[in-house]
C-alpha cells in the first residue's frame, strides 16, 4: 500500500540553524510530491512541490526540497531557520492523476525554533 | 480574497446535534475536497466532488453528508454528532489548470460536548 513516512515527529533547531525535514514515500511510480506547512491554529499552506523536471525545487519562505528517486525521498530544507518556521510541516504523495486525486500524508514533523 | 474560504472557523455544540461546515472557492478550480484531522494531526481525505460529481467518498459514517450545489461550493453536513466526531475539517480545491497543486482553506475547528 501506498504510504508516506515522516520519521522525525518532533525536531528542535536553534535560530539560524540550518534544517532538513525527511520524507519517504512507498509508491510503484514517481507520484507528485508536496511539502505543506501549517502554523499553530491555522490551515494548510503549500511550501513547494515536485511533478517532474528540476529534482531540486524551489519553494516559499526560502525552503526548498530535493527529490531522490532512488532513496524514495523528498526531505525539506532550509539553510537558515527563522522562529517564524517553528510549525507544523507536512509532507504529501498524489498518487492519482486526472480527477480521481488523492493525497496521501505523512503524519507531520513538529518544527520547534529555540531563540 | 481568500481563495478557499470555510464557515463557521470554530464550532462547540453537542451530542446527538446536526451541524454543517460551509465552503466556497474563488479559484475556478473545479474539484473540491474534505479532509478531517484528528487530534494526532493526522489528514486524511473524506470526499471529493469533480463538477459537482462525487469522485472519492472514503470510508466515512453516512452521518457524514457532502453536497456541492456548484463547482464553487462543498458543503459539509454532519448528522447526529458524536465525541469521535470533534477535529478539524478542512476543504480544498485543485484543477488540472493549476498543476494538480491542492489549495486548503483555513479549517474549521469542531469540538463536540
Known amino acids: 500500500a501506498q504510504s508516506v513516512t515522516q520519521p522525525d515527529i518532533h525536531i528542535t533547531v536553534s535560530e539560524g540553524a540550518s534544517l532538513e525535514l525527511r520524507c519517504n514515500y512507498s509508491y510503484g511510480a514517481t507520484p507528485y510530491l508536496f511539502w505543506y506547512v501549517q502554523s499553530p491554529g491555522q490551515g494548510l499552506q503549500l511550501l513547494l512541490k515536485y511533478f517532474s523536471g528540476d529534482t531540486l525545487v524551489q519553494g516559499i519562505k526560502g525552503f526548498e526540497a530535493e527529490f531522490k528517486r532512488s532513496q524514495s525521498s523528498f526531505n525539506l530544507r532550509k539553510p537558515s531557520v527563522h522562529w517564524s518556521d517553528a510549525a507544523e510541516y507536512f509532507c504529501a504523495v498524489d498518487i492519482n492523476a486526472g480527477n480521481n486525486r488523492k493525497l496521501i500524508w505523512g503524519l507531520g514533523t513538529s518544527l520547534a525554533v529555540n531563540p | 480574497d481568500t481563495a478557499v474560504s470555510q464557515t463557521p472557523k470554530y464550532l462547540v455544540t453537542q451530542m446527538g446535534n446536526d451541524k454543517s461546515i460551509k465552503c466556497e472557492q474563488n479559484?475556478?478550480?473545479?474539484?473540491m475536497y474534505w479532509y478531517k484531522q484528528d487530534s494526532k494531526k493526522f489528514l486524511k481525505i473524506m470526499f471529493s466532488y469533480n463538477n459537482k460529481e462525487l469522485i472519492i467518498n472514503e470510508t466515512v459514517p453516512n452521518r457524514f453528508s457532502p453536497k456541492s450545489p456548484d463547482k464553487a461550493h462543498l458543503n459539509l453536513h454532519i448528522n447526529s454528532l458524536e465525541l469521535g466526531d470533534s477535529a478539524v475539517y478542512f476543504c480544498?480545491?485543485?484543477?488540472?489548470?493549476?498543476?494538480?497543486?491542492?489549495?486548503f482553506g483555513e479549517g474549521s475547528w469542531l469540538t463536540v460536548v
Open positions: 480544498a480545491s485543485s484543477s488540472q489548470g493549476t498543476g494538480n497543486t491542492i489549495y
Open positions: 479559484l475556478g478550480h473545479d474539484t
